[in-house]
């Protein structure tokens, strides 16, 4: 009979499930896992966690996820959370998942990546980069030739691939495959079909070590009031027209955010000129007092001098005379004898002149000045003859001469630049010795020695007297310029060259 009626569909087992579901509202802590605990219907949107009602979403019924990261673990034997942050991103990308991100590294040169590397791979290294570059240059430089032919390496490659989803539905349920890879015969003169320089951005780098930040606490006035900023104002632009404040205008400007630093120097330049002010008033004050002491002295000398004439005045008018003191009587004498010396040197300047006019080269003067021609008279200064004393217009010294250009200058056999010497008759008198045959040449040379024509009144002390001439023309004495007698020492070695050689 049972088996004759159809099964029932609402069974005792679900309704007790369903009654087991929390109402809404009332479902706080409610965590449905299997297809039971969601009785009949879909997902409970309050439950805001991963729920799968009647198996939806799961891609494998078993469990067995594809998407699970394997767990790794790392030199302490501790599971390696952070596998999770590297699934999925290239192996040189830097990701700072450990609290040692965050603590300052120590480093000291005597850890072993703060050595320098060793020669075997400081070699080593720069072998291979020789290599790589060379295997570039030569394959560019092969590229640009025409009949070259790029080589192709004809040998299998085998590669073993495991894949990463192992199950009985995929890859044939198989662990393991052996891929054998061959290159395919490409046509030399094919053109290309892909664009190989075409530019492709790179991507993201490694993102930034994470900064710790304090809890968050209540900020206090002095940080609002430093969070502060200031609006933007323009030093040239005000196309408005509004009215800035000069501290607003400051502030924009930024100059608060900057440490003024006042240099030392200025402390000892202000030093400097308080002392040199404080130095020039006293010189001031010192130079004040010697000019009124200077002035109070030459004062009280002004009034003793007139005090003096007063009493003097006073002494004359009443007949008294004045007795000189000894400084009077020392300059009275003093002045005398240089009135004596004056006198004597007047009295010999007048001899002299005496002399002079009697003596015979006068005359020659006289006449010598007489003889000369206007001209000569005008250029020397002197007074120009009367018409008396000129006996016609020209010069009677010409005369009596039948010599000249035309007629023959001089002889034939003469190389005179003039036809007779000039004023001959005057230089004879004027160079002509005294007629004085009884006196000896000694007496002579003893007068000339001891004359006192030429000999200063007062001589200086330390001096020598050189030897005195009288009326005789200067007389010139030949200097011995060798002192040393080199001259006569070259002379001899000169000789005693000579004779060696011949």
């Not at 000398?301 to 002494?315: I, P, Q, T």
């Not at 007629?435 to 007062?458: G, L, M, P, Q, W």
Request: charge should be neutral; hydrophobic fraction near 30%; charged fraction near 35%.
């Amino acid at each position: 009979m049972a088996s004759l009626l159809p099964e029932c569909i609402f069974s005792g087992a679900e309704q007790t499930v369903a009654s087991r579901i929390p109402a809404y509202g009332k479902r706080k802590g409610y965590l449905p896992r299997k297809p039971e605990d969601f009785g009949d219907g879909g997902a409970f949107p309050e439950l805001h966690f991963a729920q799968y009602p009647l198996g939806m979403g799961l891609k494998d019924k078993q469990g067995n996820s594809k998407a699970v990261v394997p767990v790794q673990v790392d030199q302490n034997g501790k599971i390696r959370y952070d596998a999770l942050l590297r699934h999925g991103q290239r192996s040189d990308k830097i990701v700072h998942s450990t609290y040692d991100s965050l603590a300052a590294v120590d480093v000291t040169n005597d850890e072993e990546r703060r050595q320098m590397p060793s020669e075997d791979t400081v070699e080593e290294t720069t072998l291979k980069t020789k290599q790589a570059l060379e295997e570039l240059v030569n394959g560019k430089i092969q590229n640009v030739r025409t009949t070259h032919v790029d080589k192709v390496n004809r040998d299998a490659t085998y590669i073993r691939y495991t894949p990463g989803q192992i199950d009985q539905q995929h890859n044939s349920g198989a662990q393991q495959r052996i891929i054998r890879m061959v290159d395919v015969q490409v046509d030399p003169m094919q053109p290309p079909k892909f664009r190989t320089n075409k530019k492709i951005p790179r991507g993201p780098p490694s993102p930034p070590a994470p900064v710790l930040h304090s809890p968050p606490r209540k900020v206090t006035a002095d940080e609002q009031r430093n969070m502060r900023i200031p609006p933007c104002i323009s030093n040239w632009k005000n196309s408005k027209g509004f009215v800035v404040p000069l501290d607003k205008r400051m502030a924009a400007d930024g100059r608060a955010l900057q440490d003024v630093t006042i240099n030392d120097k200025f402390a000892k330049l202000s030093e400097a000129l308080h002392i040199a002010e404080r130095k020039s008033r006293e010189d001031i004050a010192m130079r004040q007092d010697i000019q009124k002491r200077a002035a109070q002295k030459e004062k009280e000398r002004k009034e003793e001098v007139l005090a003096n004439m007063a009493r003097r005045a006073r002494e004359e008018r009443a007949g008294i005379r004045h007795e000189l003191e000894d400084e009077d009587e020392e300059d009275l004498e003093q002045v005398e004898a240089r009135e004596q010396i004056r006198r004597e040197r007047e009295r010999e300047r007048r001899r002299q002149m005496n002399i002079a006019n009697a003596a015979p080269d006068k005359r020659n003067r006289l006449n010598r000045d007489k003889e000369r021609d206007v001209s000569e008279r005008i250029a020397l200064g002197l007074p120009a003859p009367s018409a008396a004393q000129q006996s016609g217009g020209y010069d009677t010294r010409l005369f009596g001469q039948s010599q000249g250009m035309d007629a023959g200058f001089g002889a034939d056999d003469g190389y005179n630049v003039y036809d007779k010497p000039f004023r001959g008759e005057q230089a004879q008198s004027i160079y002509k010795p005294s007629k004085v045959d009884n006196v000896s040449a000694e007496d002579e040379y003893e007068a000339i020695k001891t004359t006192d024509r030429f000999r200063a009144d007062k001589g200086f002390s330390g001096t020598e007297s050189g030897s005195k001439r009288g009326a005789a023309p200067v007389q010139f004495e030949k200097s011995n310029d060798d002192l040393f007698g080199l001259n006569s020492f070259l002379e001899e070695a000169k000789d005693g060259k000579r004779g060696a050689s011949g």
